[in-house]
Structures are given as C-alpha cells and as structure tokens.
T-cell receptor, first 111, second 114 residues
Framework: GQQLNQSPQSMFIQEGEDVSMNCTSS?????WLWYKQDPGEGPVLLIA?????ELTSNGRLTAQFGITRKDSFLNISASIPSDVGIYFC???????????FGQGTRLTINP | DGGITQSPKYLFRKEGQNVTLSCEQN?????MYWYRQDPGQGLRLIYY???????QKGDIAEGYSVSREKKESFPLTVTSAQKNPTAFYLC?????????????FGDGTRLSIL
C-alpha cells in the first residue's frame, strides 16, 4: 500500500520545550489530518488541513500542509505533561477513498 | 452526546473461536471503518463501508468479516482463520469517504488470545 513516513519515531524532551514532527510521502495529498492517541484509547483529531500551504493552529499546536502537497508538519510549543502520547499523521491521497496513516511519533516528557 | 461506542473494551478469544466486536455510532455518519493497531505501528485498514449493505476490503481483510445492516452499526467478526488476532481494534466513522472528511474514532477493543 501507499506509505507515509513519519518522523521521528520517538521523542524524549523536557517539559517546556517545543516539539516538531513531520510526515512525508512520494504521493500527492489533498488532505492532512493530525491525531493524538493516549494509551488504551482511540485517536483524537487535533488538526485538519485541506490546502497546500495552509497553516492551522489549535492552542499550542500548529500544523502545516506542505507546499509540495507531499508532506505535513506538526509543532507543539511549550510542552506540558498532558502532551504525552502518540501523534499520528493521516492523509488522503488525491483520488483515493482511504486514509493512509503514519507509523506514529511517541512523545515522552521528562518533568 | 454524539460519538462512537466500541464494546467490549477487552475481549479474549479461545483457539478456533470466532468473536465479534461491536461498533455503534450516533453521529449520523455514512461511512464506517475498522482498523487494526499493533504495538509500535500505525493503523491498518481491515474493512470499510460507505453505505448500508455495502462494504469493501481494506489492506488486511483476510480472517475478518463485517456486516452493515444498519447505518449506526458496523460489527467486526474475527474468525478462526485469523491466526494472529491479538491487537487493538479501532472503529471510526466519517460523513463520507474520499471526500476529505475527517474520521472520528472510538476508544478501541483490545483482543487477546487465551
């Protein structure tokens, strides 16, 4: 199937630091979604992006739809303990019916 | 409150047994999906349904079956043909497929082998 490369796979940071993660592909996307999953729960939608170059914020989270339409970025500013979890990107390839998911970025915060 | 309800939260399967995972949504969504999640991996699509009485195989449909008799319900059966069923199963729904509508997820069912 189609592949989304999400990096990094894991991050260990100090509380208060900023975080950046990204997803890249060789395919062209017309939608990017970012989700957060807490242990034992389902993913929760954080941000949805629909246009190349679009920059959208949700509180301390900011995500961008890459200009090439082949990548997306998620930034978290001033991390806090409740930011711990796994962050997934998901994209809808142009002309496709199904979402493609990245492998996830596991965020751990040291107090 | 509108949402997606998966049950049970935990399920155990004996050798050779079929088990059924429930997924119900009251969001009036047309499309529903089943994903499998293994530790340290992303989500893999098992089956999806765009409309009542219709469904399509995803990337890993072998050993699974579904039905979509009602708009609100999309149960997943893990059959004895699925030799490695231990995983976290997630159900999702969206207003439509392929039309850039975000999928919303339930809280999952963790299936283990006895």
């Amino acid at each position: 199937g189609q592949q989304l490369n999400q990096s990094p796979q894991s991050m260990f940071i100090q509380e208060g630091e900023d975080v950046s993660m990204n997803c890249t592909s060789s395919s062209i996307f017309n939608t990017w979604l970012w989700y957060k999953q807490d242990p034992g729960e389902g993913p929760v939608l954080l941000i949805a992006l629909y246009k190349a170059g679009e920059l959208t914020s949700n509180g301390r989270l900011t995500a961008q739809f890459g200009i090439t339409r082949k990548d997306s970025f998620l930034n978290i500013s001033a991390s806090i303990p409740s930011d711990v979890g796994i962050y997934f990107c998901a994209g809808l390839i142009q002309g496709a019916q199904k979402l493609v998911f990245g492998q996830g970025t596991r965020l751990t915060i040291n107090p | 409150d509108g949402g997606i309800t998966q049950s049970p939260k935990y399920l155990f399967r004996k050798e050779g047994q079929n088990v059924t995972l429930s997924c119900e949504q009251n969001l009036n969504h047309d499309a529903m999906y089943w994903y499998r999640q293994d530790p340290g991996q992303g989500l893999r699509l098992i089956y999806y349904s765009q409309i009542v009485n219709d469904f399509q195989k995803g990337d890993i449909a072998e050993g699974y079956s579904v039905s979509r008799e009602k708009k609100e319900s999309f149960p997943l059966t893990v059959t004895s043909a699925q030799k490695n069923p231990t995983a976290f199963y997630l159900c999702a729904s969206s207003t439509r497929t392929g039309l850039r509508q975000p999928q919303h997820f339930g809280d999952g069912t963790r299936l283990s082998i006895l």
